[in-house]
């Protein structure tokens, strides 16, 4: 059982940056694809960002490659969600995910674990 943690959310103006943490508590962290999503109210949970484990390929969805990049640091078994330029529709809670077996993808099956989330406003 791999537990995440998350932390780094809060409440911030529109314009502000956010580094989102993810921590994880296994010894094989580089064996584990990293991946965000994020959940606005009474919306549906959506894909944000994913890295690979050992050659860090990564993919950041379209509505936020602009602004948003995903890191890892798998020294510290940690996964960063980094965030500039933050509007009001960025506001959700912010869930951290791992997988092995699936490959990097959108679909929340893909990951075997979940944080609790981390939630993140941003007001205008």
């Known amino acids: 059982q791999v537990q995440l943690v998350e932390s780094g959310g809060g409440s911030v103006q529109a314009g502000d940056s956010l580094r989102l943490s993810c921590t994880a508590s296994?010894?094989?962290?580089?064996?584990?694809?990293m991946a965000w999503f994020r959940q606005a109210p009474g919306q549906a949970r959506e894909f944000v960002a994913g890295?690979?484990?050992?050659?860090?390929?990564?993919h950041v969805t379209d509505f936020v490659k602009d602004r948003f990049t995903i890191t890892r640091d798998n020294a510290k078994n940690t996964v960063y969600l980094h965030m500039n330029k933050l509007i009001p529709t960025d506001t959700a809670s912010y869930y951290c995910?791992?997988?092995?077996?699936?490959?990097?993808?959108?679909?929340?099956?893909?990951?075997?674990?979940w944080g609790q989330g981390t939630q993140v406003t941003v007001t205008s």
């Open positions: 890295i690979t484990g050992r050659d860090g390929t990564r």
């Open positions: 995910a791992a997988g092995t077996g699936g490959g990097l993808g959108f679909a929340e099956f893909l990951y075997d674990y």
């Open positions: 296994t010894g094989a962290f580089d064996s584990y694809i």
